[in-house]
């Protein structure tokens, strides 16, 4: 008979609480979807309601009476904060686990943002800002333009190469290593060869005690066909896994996006309403929220008067409400107190921006930001994206001020967005009779003191919609012709 021992195990699982998976939730929220948010919650918590006019003192009181109606039982409990929570968390992990091994989150309910401008601009956003060499950078830059609108690779690692090439020699283990980077951004499983590779992806990504993810692997790997066909018992007997067994790993796979980039197409508009107001006051920039972001919400006295009163059944479940409204209204002091912090730490870092333009623009990641705030980089990815600041220049989304850096020859860094503020300028100065190549115009910022290849050039040039030099000259003729035919029908009218 084996002996038995008795062990002791020491781990650590991380567990989300609702108050923080609320506040995770409401920061990465715009105004739009934050407005129907809290109407949501006003409709079926009758503890909240909107203040009509009250001072802060109504609130406060508010506060003071339900604390007063709650029993020793529901003594409310602190609750980490959200700095607090976020140290060593990555927006490259949007699956997390609970401490009873569950899904914290649902399929529909990941941090990471999925409506943010076209997939190739959110992919090169994140390629700007992530940790690459140069070199890496221009081969995560190479695949993410050969991706189709489903988010699929259709280029081959050799098409890749050749693509880089004279410029940047790579071999295929190179190419592989960053393509795997790729595809470990959000969202995942994007530059994937096909649905197989992508939800293969999307699982090595979860954690690995996530139940059914071994088995969803394999099935992914070789038994994609019979998912497709509903077949069952061919899987039971391709497996042989028990039937419970394959149900769940069926359910994990069906739980995942087979085809992550089509979630980037049809993006509704909207109104551009901004979260923060940037003014000059006395030669200094100053930043304030709107003030629609704060709903006004407070306790709804009636109820609380009911719930010193009540008993039983309906105590508990006003008592329920209440916990729930105190989280609501602390979680969106939280999401504007993170907005504020971030937003002034952008403006502290980005004043030459604002005082001449963006050719003053600095480089600047969001490490940066996090560590100035205080917090985690990936809550200053939440609190800038699809978030809105008015400035006298114009209205910028928060994540407009970050911007990778572009070396200079005496050694120094430059922006990127400054760099294609030059090159606009000189774009825009070009005789019309011979336009700038490519490499004159890497040649001309060589000049100014900016270091950027010919390849690089041209994607600026591209970001900018701009054409190249053959398309400009075409067009300068036609605008010619155009002129001149223009001339001499004037001339033919005067006559």
């Known amino acids: 008979m084996a002996d038995q021992s008795l062990q002791l195990r020491l781990t650590q699982k991380l ?11 409401l920061l990465q929220l715009n105004r739009i979807e934050l407005r129907e948010y809290i109407q949501e919650a006003i409709e079926s918590n009758p503890l909240l309601e909107r203040g009509e006019g009250e001072g802060d003192g109504d609130s406060a009181q508010s506060e ?18 959200l700095e607090e929570w976020d140290d060593g968390f990555s927006i490259d992990e949007p699956w997390m686990t609970g401490s009873s091994g569950g899904d914290a989150f649902s399929g529909d309910s990941q941090i990471a943002d999925d409506t943010t401008g076209s997939l190739r601009e ?23 333009f050969g991706l189709d609108e489903e988010g699929f690779l259709e280029d081959s690692i050799e098409d890749i190469r050749s693509s880089l090439a004279p410029e940047i020699l790579t071999e295929e283990d190179e190419v592989l290593a960053v393509l795997h980077r790729v ?14 590779e992508c939800i293969r992806v999307q699982l090595a990504a979860m954690p690995g005690d996530t139940p059914g993810r071994e088995l969803g692997t394999r099935i992914a790997r070789d038994y994609l066909d019979l998912v497709a066909d509903h077949d069952l018992d061919g899987l039971r007997k391709a497996t042989g896994a028990s039937e419970e067994r394959l149900v769940q790993a069926l359910q994990l796979i069906q739980s995942l996006d087979p085809r992550p980039g089509t979630r980037f197409d049809n993006r509704q508009d909207e109104y551009l309403v901004p979260d923060v107001y940037v003014t000059r006051v006395d030669d200094e920039w100053r930043v304030t929220l709107n003030p629609e972001n704060d709903p ?33 209204m602390s979680s969106l002091e939280m999401r504007n107190r993170t907005l504020m912090n971030v937003a002034q730490t ?43 600041m008015l400035t006298p220049r114009g209205i910028y989304e928060l994540k407009y001020f970050f911007s990778s850096h572009v070396q200079t020859v005496n050694g120094g860094a430059i922006s990127a967005t400054a760099v294609k503020a030059r090159l606009q300028m000189l774009l825009e100065h070009e005789p019309q009779d011979r336009p700038l190549s490519d490499q004159d115009l890497s040649v001309l910022l060589r000049e100014a003191g900016v270091r950027v290849a010919r390849r690089t050039v041209a994607k600026y040039r591209e970001s900018l919609g701009i054409g190249s030099s053959t398309e400009r000259r075409r067009e300068y003729r036609r605008q010619a012709a155009l002129k001149r035919q223009a001339e001499a029908e004037a001339r033919l009218d005067y006559r």
């Open 15 to 25: 567990a989300l609480a609702p108050q923080l998976q609320q506040a995770i939730r």
């Open 64 to 81: 003071s009476e339900a604390s007063a109606a709650e029993s020793e039982d529901y003594g409310e409990t602190a609750e980490p904060g």
């Open 122 to 144: 959110h992919l090169l956003w994140q390629i700007n800002l992530s940790h690459f060499s140069d070199k890496d950078a221009a081969i995560a830059t190479a695949i993410v």
């Open 183 to 196: 595809q470990r951004m959000e969202p995942v499983g994007v530059a994937s060869r096909g649905p197989g």
């Open 296 to 328: 006004g919400l407070r306790l709804n006295r009636y109820y609380i008067d009911l719930l010193r009163k009540s008993g039983g059944k309906d105590a508990d479940y006003l008592k329920g409400r209440l916990q729930e409204a105190r989280w609501l």
């Open 346 to 388: 952008i403006v502290e870092m980005q004043q030459d921006f604002l005082d001449v333009g963006e050719i003053a623009m600095r480089p600047l990641v969001l490490r940066e930001v996090a560590e100035e705030v205080g917090v985690h980089e990936s809550t200053v990815s939440r609190a800038t994206t699809r978030k809105y």
